[in-house]
């Protein structure tokens, strides 16, 4: 059964890859970059031949979207925290976020950098503006989950805040809030990458508008595979992340 | 110690809501001895899971004090004072043992410890087997065998029970009183025990306090000098009820007719 599900998704992929080749072919290789240029490409891409230092700009990718997620985490907890426990303030400033939120997001970009410039910093905010949004609303919705009577049981039974907070309220929200968490990474990876093609000197995103801009189409495909990857496998880092901390605190 | 083992003295709790201030609580005074089973007994709404709450530590009165063994009760204690909830509360995460296990942990014990104290309760309790299922896999009389062993796992010298059997059918509501009188007698802990039942109070209690309509007020005091196991057919236990049941009607008329 599996072996015939995946026989099916790999004959599509193969006809989708076929077609494209034709097609590519009668029309114009150049613009539509069948897949028999991208296979060379992508080998001279990984073997550091098209752009030597590739892995330097990987590696600035990766801290710019470290950075960004851990701002976003870190503000993105504790603004949700003073709004989901503080309720007034809550009913005052959450509407105001989803306003502001309503906005597509975009248009902050410039500004960003005419505030931060054209290097790391301002893709790394615009990174903490996409994903420390999802992450506040996961912990305004998570403190909603939070059962005041099991509160008052680990109360009851000499839980301080700390551990009415590790016992309790974690685990309600957990799940709620890993989803949160996931989803501002998956955001953050989006803004740091989308910052570095719309303006920058160097990363990942840079190098693609580069190729692009240069019209190296096919080295340009490359590269947006390798980012493929990469986000690939942060997911998946993440999804292995999220079944370690359900397995440790619920 | 000498005196009595909880002292309520005296006290008031309103509660404010965005609308009204409803008054919970009023001046109430009792005295709960040292090893007794004393019953609180009252129409909805009048204030005994509040009162219950006040002397667990989770509400501070607005007035008054209470006092366990002499000492104002400023906070919640659990090496002194145990709970049992209206509902019982389990943490749905945990399992059976562990929800037993949950007031040990806060202590501090360690994990093998605090889970063999939990299992050699479970076992008295026909929960052997279920020690590892979760509470959604557990019938609501088992969810509250759960949460009382888990108030008589931290071993206190008070047990607070606000209606630990109120969700339950009248057959199990019996049976799970009698186990609760062999473990009262074995244990020999003070019990102070919510009911809405006049048959509960009586089978279990020395002594029933009968609280009015909202605000509640300590409508009167009833002591119960009968052995164990009581028989509810007997005289003596017929007329205490016939007394009980003019006590509290007249309050539960109040409240129904507001
Ligand atoms: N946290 C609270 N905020 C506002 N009002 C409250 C709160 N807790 C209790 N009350 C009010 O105080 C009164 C007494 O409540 P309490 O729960 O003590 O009654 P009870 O005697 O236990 O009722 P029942 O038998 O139905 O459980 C009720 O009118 C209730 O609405
Ligand atoms: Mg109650």
Known sequence: MIGRVLAARAALGLGVVLAWEVAARARD???????SRVLPALARL????????????VWLTLREILVAYALAVGVGLAVG???????TLGRV??????ALYAVPSVVWYPSLMLLFGLGAASKIAFGFLLGVYPVVLAVL????????????????FGAGPGRVFRTVMLPSMLSTLTGGLRAGLALTVVGVIVGEVLGSTAGLGYLITYAYGLLRT???????????????????AAGLAERRARRRWA | MAGPHIVVDGVSKRFETSADAVPALSEVSLAVGRREFCTVIGPSGCGKSTLLAMIGGLVLPDAGQVRIDGQPVEGPDPRRVAMVFQDPALLP?????DNVAFGLELRGMSRPERRRIAGDLLGPLGLREFAERYPRELSGGMRQRVAIARALAIDSEIVLMDEPFGALDEQTRLLMGEWLLSIWTRARKTVVFVTHSLQEALLLSTRVVALTARPGRVKSVLEVPLPYPRDLESPGLASLRATLWGEIREESLKTMGR
Request: no cysteine; hydrophobic share 60%; proline share 10%.
């Open chain 1, 81 to 87: 925290a003073v709004l989901g426990l503080r309720p």
């Open chain 1, 93 to 98: 400033y959450a509407p105001l976020l989803g």
């Open chain 1, 141 to 156: 919705a998570g403190v909603r989950q939070v059962s005041r009577e099991l509160v008052t049981v680990a109360r009851a």
């Open chain 2, 93 to 97: 995460w945990r399992t059976a043992l």
């Open chain 1, 46 to 57: 990984l073997l550091l031949r098209s752009f030597p230092l590739l892995p330097e700009h």
């Open chain 1, 29 to 35: 290789p150049l613009l539509y970059i069948p897949p």
């Open chain 1, 218 to 236: 096919a080295d340009y495909v490359a590269l947006v595979l390798v980012t493929l990857a990469i986000v690939l496998a942060i997911d998946a």
